[in-house]
């Protein structure tokens, strides 16, 4: 179990909702986008926690967009922190990262493809922030043993373990739901990623997706007993300047929560 504030992810409690469009765009549309899930996950008493990148650092191709500058993507997470009162998780890619957004970043996210990155891990471990440590799409769910144990030994046991598939062959994911049974056995509570899962990596110039998919995986994964379910959310994804064929339309967020939450009633029997 981990505690945020008021937030508890884990101990059979209603799974949490991580949820924000995928990087920092600009100021309208990650403010905009974190106020209307707010409204969704209130209204539907779902536990929020919003995320966006401030910087995408494994993009496919050298000319995608990677960001803003650092402190306008910074100050947009202070404010919707602090105007809609929201805890916040961003990925961070390097100690400086870890550095540079350790006083306003309530959950540090580990990117799957640096899952092993010992010197990362240790810095977040040494944080005392909550550590969300994303399985890579090479690793076995039983391997993420060996990132926790690196996270712990600094004395930080705030983890969460996530799943967000796993590589098939060539320019293809797909989720072993046996991962989150085995991840959730490592003793930390687990977190379903359900647009990353969709994704079919680095096909052309760009990662596409299948987002019809999002729907099944995210009650799939409810139905085994998720402590929290993440998804990239924006109005309009196939604009999106990252990620434009896996994140879920915003249009389609209540009517998912909603068949997520009868499952999770269901599973935990709240």
């Known amino acids: 179990m ?32 974190a106020e209307r899930i707010k409204e969704i996950s209130t209204k539907l008493n779902i536990p929020f926690i919003f995320k966006s990148s401030f910087k995408k650092a494994n993009r496919t191709s050298l000319n995608s967009f990677t960001g ?79 990132a926790i144990e690196k996270v712990e030994s600094t004395g930080n046991k705030n983890i969460l373990l996530t799943e967000r598939g796993s590589s098939f062959g060539y320019h293809n994911l797909v989720v072993d739901m046996r991962s989150l049974i085995i991840m959730k056995e490592l003793g930390y509570p687990v977190v379903m990623d359900a647009t990353h899962s969709v994704q ?28 929290a379910l993440f998804l990239e959310v924006h109005p309009d994804p196939p604009n999106a300047l990252s990620d434009a064929g896996s994140q879920l339309h915003i249009d389609k967020l209540e009517e998912l929560l909603k068949k997520v939450q009868k499952i999770d009633r269901i599973v935990k029997g709240y």
């Open 200 to 227: 079919m990596p680095s096909n052309t110039n760009v990662t596409g997706g299948q987002p019809k998919f999002i729907e099944p995986l995210s009650k799939a994964a409810s139905a085994i007993g998720i402590d």
């Open 2 to 33: 981990v505690s945020l504030n008021n937030i508890i992810i884990g101990a059979d409690n209603p799974f949490v909702l991580i949820a924000g469009p995928c990087v920092i765009e600009n100021r309208e549309l990650t403010f905009s986008t």
């Open 68 to 146: 803003l500058e650092f402190s306008e993507s910074l100050n947009i997470l202070k404010e919707i922190k602090h105007k809609l009162n929201l805890p916040i998780l961003t990925d961070v890619h390097s100690e400086n990262d870890i550095e540079l957004v350790i006083d306003e970043i309530d959950i540090l996210q580990i990117p799957a493809f640096l899952c092993r990155q010992t010197d990362l891990l240790i810095s977040a471990g040494k944080s005392g922030k909550i550590v969300n440590i994303k399985k890579g799409q090479f690793l076995a769910p039983e391997d993420m043993k060996h």
